[in-house]
């Protein structure tokens, strides 16, 4: 493996949405749209294939294929982290592979889902990715979702080996996100995946974010970082309250990723409707999905336009 270069994976990442047709189908020409928005807003790269991304509802050839149109409209502009975990670990190790040849700059995993697997058993699994390319590899923690948690002493042995060089967090303690920073060392990332609290991640320790709800608002979080570089503490919160403001009514639908593809077929990019289980918006939500978009334009707006003080 070659030295990787850190400074090109700390910034804003949005957790891709994926797209489909109007069958329900993997559309490559959608992919490529909505990457092209992702590129022109400013954002430092893309995870692909993750929790927003619909990955553990798709197969294996459908991942690829959303991998592959992103690398071919953006891949030479952005870093790329290609999420492959996966139930089984032949199927992720498939995926680390097409990532490797597809030019992703890094791969990332969850822990194997579904079953109650010992720390062991993980990092098998883990360990497996990582044995079969040369690229670095990010562990993905969210607890919440894939019912194991990472211990210290299971990130510190992770995190030793070269290849592993760092960690996107979504639990949502940020003393946790600051105990694996000080466990990993100084070059170590640590990547803040709640969303409503990106600020307090970065103050803590995280060296950038990766969210989901920064596919309807990237410039926001954009903004955020800006203020956060400058020192200007007092106006990143602001910013982060509106965010905030935003994810509250979000969350208040079926589902988030019905909402947020509501919102940006609104802005003529039609990424499809979420695949089952995961549900789209209601007729009787459609009036009030306008008036959400219209806020985080309003919003995007005053970002661009208005410094507060």
């Not at 559309?27 to 954002?43: I, N, P, Q």
């Not at 990143?236 to 969350?251: G, M, T």
């Amino acid at each position: 493996m070659n030295i990787v270069n850190r400074e090109k994976f700390k910034g804003i990442f949005v957790a891709m949405y994926s797209c489909y047709d109007q069958n329900g189908e993997v559309s490559y020409e959608r992919v490529k749209k909505l990457a092209r928005y992702y590129a022109d807003s400013g954002v430092k790269g893309l995870y692909v294939g993750g929790s927003s991304g619909e990955g553990m509802l798709q197969t294996n050839e459908e991942r690829k294929l959303v991998l592959d149109a992103v690398m071919e409209e953006v891949g030479k502009e952005l870093t790329i982290i290609a999420h492959v975990g996966s139930p089984s670990t032949k199927h992720s190790v498939e995926l680390a592979k097409h990532a490797e040849l597809a030019g992703a700059d890094a791969i990332s995993a969850v822990p194997a889902i579904y079953y109650r697997l010992s720390p062991a058993s993980v990092k098998q699994h883990w360990q497996s990715m990582i044995d079969s390319t040369d690229l670095p590899f990010i562990i993905y923690h969210i607890p919440q979702t894939t019912g194991f948690h990472l211990s210290p002493e299971l990130l510190k042995e992770m995190a030793a080996q070269e290849k592993v060089i760092g960690v996107k967090i979504s639990s949502e303690s940020t003393y946790e996100l600051q105990q694996f920073k000080a466990i990993g060392g100084e070059d170590f990332l640590v990547f803040n995946g709640p969303d409503e609290q990106y600020i307090a991640g970065r103050m803590i320790g995280a060296d950038g974010g990766i969210g989901g709800t920064y596919g309807v608002m990237p410039e926001l979080f954009l903004k955020i970082e800006q203020c956060f570089q400058e020192g200007n503490i007092e106006e990143a919160r602001h910013w982060q309250y509106k965010v905030n403001d935003i994810i509250s009514e979000l969350l208040s639908y079926p589902s988030l990723y019905g909402a947020c593809k509501a919102i940006l077929k609104l802005r003529q990019i039609d990424c499809g409707e979420p695949r089952l289980p995961l549900l789209p918006i209601r007729k009787s939500d459609e009036a009030s999905i306008e008036r959400l978009n219209q806020k985080i334009l309003d919003y995007i707006s005053e970002a661009k336009s208005v410094r507060v003080r």
